[in-house]
């Protein structure tokens, strides 16, 4: 396990945590990416200005630290450009017919002991899984 | 103040994603790669972030449920239960785009900062899907477009 990061992948998990509390504490909201970006692109959506921020502050995030010296690794996918066209129409189809992700399930949703929640989180994990299963070592890899 | 709470909120997912290496689509894929256990290369890190952020969010969740919150009347808690064949299916889709590259919308809408060309084909790829979605949904009945605007997350 080369790559295991326990210290930084704990202290990155709490902080996700702690973002999903103070959303819902200040806000009354949930922390899913899926419903506050879906929400910016509704025309029909109104409240728009804290889904704004929100984003904004997520992209933040990476410009900051990386005004502090750090590095910030660029989005490392080996895979081809229609693939990736392919996997951006499917995660953002599904997110929305699935009413949420890896945040609004797979976090927020497991914090509420959902059994919606659960179950999503599970299939997609197994998908992803088997998917990755196939790429990676599958026929040709 | 919404505004200023939520940028704040963002900003500490963000920090969260970058801090724990999952703004990084290898190192989500690492942990997507279980055929890769038995030669020792399998990465259970974001497993450790699920704990942690589950740790922090369901005893913070559990906290404040009783009270109200701060800056408007009341908590939006999803109020869906049924097991339906759309949560079903859209998680199978949303894997298997994961799972192709690793990216799932909070980490690729966070790569935004770093302009990476395939990066911003992946989001607008993103957005087309969702506003497919709504498209399609709005062609529906009525029942499904009330179900369209509920969102666990």
């Known amino acids: 396990m080369a790559n295991f990061t326990p210290l930084s992948a704990a202290i990155g998990g709490g902080l996700i945590g702690l973002s999903a509390v103070l959303l819902m504490l200040f806000n009354g909201r949930i922390a899913g990416i899926t419903g506050i970006a879906a929400g910016l692109l509704d025309p029909a959506g109104g409240d728009r200005g804290w889904r704004l921020t929100f984003i904004l502050g997520l992209i933040a995030a990476p410009i900051s630290v990386m005004l502090l010296g750090y590095t910030v690794p660029g989005p490392d996918m080996p895979a081809s450009l229609a693939t990736v066209a392919v996997a951006g129409l499917l995660v953002g189809f599904g997110t929305r017919l699935g009413t949420g992700c890896t945040s609004g399930h797979g976090i927020c949703g497991l914090s509420r002991l959902s059994t919606r929640s659960i179950v999503a989180t599970l299939i997609f994990m197994a998908a992803a899984m088997v998917v990755v299963a196939l790429t990676r070592h599958g026929i040709g890899g | ?153």
């Open chain 2, 1 to 153: 103040m919404r505004a200023l709470a939520s940028l704040l909120c963002g900003y500490i997912f963000g920090l969260g994603l970058f801090v724990s290496g999952m703004i990084k689509p290898s190192k989500v894929l690492g942990f997507l790669d279980i055929l890769a256990i038995p030669s020792g290369n399998w990465d259970p890190s974001l497993a450790i972030v699920m704990a942690a952020a589950l740790a922090v969010a369901g005893a913070g969740y559990a906290l404040i449920r009783p009270r109200t919150p701060l800056l408007v009347t009341q908590f939006q808690w999803p109020t869906q239960t049924t097991i339906d064949t759309p949560l079903v299916a859209g998680a199978v889709l949303f894997g298997i785009g994961w799972g192709l590259v690793g990216l799932c919308p909070g980490p690729a809408i966070e790569n935004l900062a770093t302009v990476s060309p395939s990066l911003v084909i992946f989001v607008v790829a993103m957005a087309v899907g969702m506003v497919a979605h709504n498209t399609w949904q709005a062609r529906g009945t009525a029942v499904d477009l009330v179900q369209a605007h509920r969102a666990d997350g």
